[in-house]
């Protein structure tokens, strides 16, 4: 006999000596609670619930919870979702975008997948689905996260008064984005993901695109400014793709990919300056 929970119940009169005698053969006491109550324990044999309880002064919602208890809340509380779990607490949704990171980061993004990532979590394979629809809205959720750290970098590289430092600033926190977190960067900057379609990734790429756009408007180029952002964005994502992938020799000497930042960015810098005087 497995029990499932105990339950108090307030009474409306003495508890009969049929269901003492029940708890005491099921090694289960019926130990006294609060002036009016007593601790009364459900049982199951076989996955068939059964009640020793009073009928009266107990609500059809409690009876009706009573007759629930059965296997499948044992069989989620062995698979990680009982008292305790990240799925009872809410935070199943963190869970399952840090877990799906960490294969990402150590195994690769084909190595991604919600059934995959919940069984890395304990949980069923069904409980991902709660929160995300499918494989590439999990992929999402890590994209979005990954904007939202180089955001943040950004927000250092604004601290330059110098409009030439402060985009240098930006390239430079880029690439340093990009080599800290590889595997992230890939997937933010990549074929995989259809960013206008899920609302949080689309906000926060946009989010870090007008970061940039707003550095290179402080050399005074009139707005909107895109086709420089972009250029300026292009230019320095090349770089960071050309390091990941190990295309960057040295001719002569090693190569200082920030000072190749540094130096594309204050030629770049002169020549936004230049056309924005001329028109």
């Known amino acids: 006999m497995r029990f499932s929970r105990s339950t108090r119940i307030e009474r409306g009169g003495f508890m009969s000596r049929r269901n003492a005698a029940f708890c005491a053969a099921i090694g289960r006491?019926?130990?006294?609670?609060?002036?009016?109550g007593f601790e009364f324990y459900a049982g199951s044999v076989f996955g068939?619930?059964?009640l020793m309880a009073p009928t009266y002064g107990v609500s059809w919602r409690r009876q009706h919870e009573w007759r629930t208890i059965s296997g499948p809340m044992r069989m989620a509380e062995r698979r990680g979702l009982g008292k305790g779990s990240a799925y009872h607490h809410g935070d199943l949704k963190t869970a399952l975008r840090v877990e799906a990171e960490r294969i990402l980061v150590e195994r690769g993004i084909a190595e991604v997948g919600l059934r995959e990532v919940a069984r890395a979590l304990g949980v069923s394979h069904n409980a991902p689905y709660r929160h995300f629809p499918n494989r590439e809205a999990l992929l999402a959720e890590i994209a979005a996260g990954g904007f939202q750290r180089l955001g943040a970098?950004?927000?250092?590289?604004?601290?330059?008064?110098?409009?030439?430092?402060?985009?240098?600033?930006?390239?430079?926190?880029?690439?340093?984005?990009a080599l800290?977190?590889?595997?992230?960067?890939?997937?933010?900057?990549?074929?995989?993901?259809?960013?206008?379609?899920?609302?949080?990734?689309?906000?926060?790429a946009d989010g870090v695109?007008?970061?940039?756009?707003?550095?290179?408007?402080?050399a005074g180029?009139?707005?909107?400014?895109?086709?420089?952002?972009?250029?300026?964005?292009?230019?320095?994502?090349?770089?960071?793709?050309?390091?990941?992938?190990?295309?960057i020799e040295g001719h002569g000497g090693p190569i200082d990919?920030?000072?190749?930042?540094?130096?594309?960015?204050a030629t770049f810098m002169v020549g936004v300056r230049a056309n924005a005087s001329r028109s």
């Open 180 to 204: 800290a977190e590889p595997a992230v960067f890939r997937l933010m900057m990549g074929k995989d993901l259809a960013k206008p379609q899920y609302v949080e990734l689309k906000a926060a």
């Open 209 to 218: 695109f007008a970061m940039v756009r707003a550095g290179v408007l402080t």
């Open 153 to 177: 970098l950004y927000e250092e590289a604004i601290a330059p008064e110098d409009p030439t430092a402060r985009v240098t600033a930006i390239g430079h926190m880029y690439l340093r984005f």
């Open 257 to 265: 990919p920030f000072e190749v930042v540094t130096t594309f960015t």
């Open 48 to 50: 068939v619930v059964i």
């Open 29 to 36: 006491p019926a130990s006294a609670a609060a002036p009016g």
């Open 221 to 247: 180029v009139p707005e909107p400014a895109v086709a420089e952002t972009l250029a300026l964005w292009s230019m320095v994502h090349g770089i960071a793709t050309l390091l990941l992938d190990d295309r």
